[in-house]
Each structure stands twice: as C-alpha cells, then as structure tokens.
C-alpha cells in the first residue's frame, strides 16, 4: 500500500491523539519546506505572523484566528519533536480516564488559556514593556500541559512506571514537569513560560472541576465537534448513492472491513451521546431502531 493511502487509513481509523500528533506534524513539514523555499527564491515570509499569536493587541485584533493556529505551529526541530513526544506519552495517559473527544477539548482549552496568559502577562507586567510589540507565541506547549495537569488532577494519586525511576504518581508528575519548565526558562522566552502555565492552570481547573463537581469544561467544543460531525453524517446521507453490483463471493479487504467497522462506531457513538445527554426516551423511532440494528451487527 502506498505510505499515502497507509497515512490517511491511520489518520482516519486511529483516533483524536493521532489526527493531533498527525495535524502538528503535517503542519511542520508545510512551513518547513514552504520556509526553504522562500529562502531559495528570495520570497518573503511575512505570511508567518499570520498564523502565531502576537501579544500586540492590535495586532491581535487583526488577526484573531490565531488565536487557535498558533497551537498547531512549530518552526523549530527540537521544539516540534518535544511537543510531539510529549502529547503522545501524556495523551496515551490522559486517554486512560477520559474520552478522544475530551483530549481534543482539553488540548484546545489549554491553548486558549495559554494565549489568554500569554497576552494579558505582556500586556500588564513591566518586565515585558519592551518586547509587546513585535513577540509572537506558537506551539503546542500550553495544550501538553493542560492536558499533563488535566490527567494529574483528575486522578492524582494514579501512578505510572517510569524508567529507571519506577512508580510514580501523576500528581509528582505534573509537578515535576512544571518546575521543569520554570527553572528551564530563558529571559527571551519567559512569555512562553508563561503561556504554560496557562496552559497548566486550565488543566488543573478541569481535572478538580470534573471530579469534585462533574463540570466538564471541555463541553463547548465537544457540542462544536457534534455538531460538524452530524454535519458531515448529514451531507453523506443526501449524497446521491453509486448503485454498485459487488461480488459475493469475495471476502472484504482490511481495509474495507475497518472502513465500514470504523463508520458503525462512530454511528453507535453519536447515538449514545445523544442518549448520554438527552434519555433513551427522545431518541426517534429511526435512531432507536438503527441503534438495535447496529449493535447487533457483528
């Protein structure tokens, strides 16, 4: 199978962490490479401020959708891999307590408190008085750590194994890597610092919120994520079907049977996230009877 079609088969079948680690990864690569090229045909690059976050709030009011493109950018190798690595491990450890769609909304809300920090702290404490005007904030930094001190308040006294450490548990783990972060700063990127603790502070306000009062914060952009997946399911089904005459006798490909597998659970799971919020009882006649028929499928 060509790396291509291998590569959209995962992206499409392995889960929310992977779109994540895949989208980060995806968007590197295009700016590094459309980067070498306006370096090779002296092209200018003032097209980069329009994805990072710049902590000039007239700049910002210009361009507000950075805002969320920020938190998908990465310039630099090492802080690329880092990020990648990071949201990897600490996203396989928050799948373990919460949903794919809340690591998606956690991951967003950690970025959003991070540029929330990032520019209210340029804006107000003397020190930055010099750098406002021309300091931009990118990657993923603030929505790894939301999603670290998510999983750590959530279930602080769950441990997990280390290497060459052993067990340790996940509230020593959040606390490592923020003081970590604090005593790895530099002078030059104590903005960002600050956007991580951002980032880490709507973390530790999720995980505390939903164990102590089930106030899930990351709600907003699971009903955002629901509603273009409705969207999508909608449009699927008012597109003119190909009448195709297939052979019977031929078994199905991996690949088609985790196709239609994939599309059956994803169905089941917009059934019952419907029955999450509103009662089996105002499920309609079709969904109950698509929601038996499925779950019977084998």
Known sequence: MPVFQELKRQFGTGGYLVRLLYINCGIFIILKLALVACMLF???VDWVPY??????LGRLLRTPWTVLTYMFVHV?????IFNLLALYWFGKIFLR???QKQLVGVYVLGGFAGALTYVLALNTIPYFGDMRDFSYLIGASASVMGIIFASAAYYPDDSIRLALIGEIKLKYVGLAVFLLDVIGFSSSDLGGTMAHAGGALSGLLYGLLLRKKNVDLSSPVTAIMNFFSDLHS???????KMKVK???????TDEEWNK?????NSRIDSILEKIKKSGYANLSDEEKRELFDLSNKK
Do not use: C, I, W
Not at 76 to 80: C, E, I, K, P, V
Not at 234 to 240: A, F, L, T, V
């Open 51 to 56: 994805l990072e976050l710049p902590s000039s």
């Open 234 to 240: 909608e449009m699927r089904k008012r597109k003119p």
């Open 246 to 252: 297939v052979n019977p006798g031929r078994p199905k």
């Open 42 to 44: 002296e092209l200018p």
């Open 260 to 264: 239609q597998n994939n599309s059956r």
């Open 97 to 99: 307590y919460f949903s």
């Open 76 to 80: 630099d190798f090492l802080h690329a």
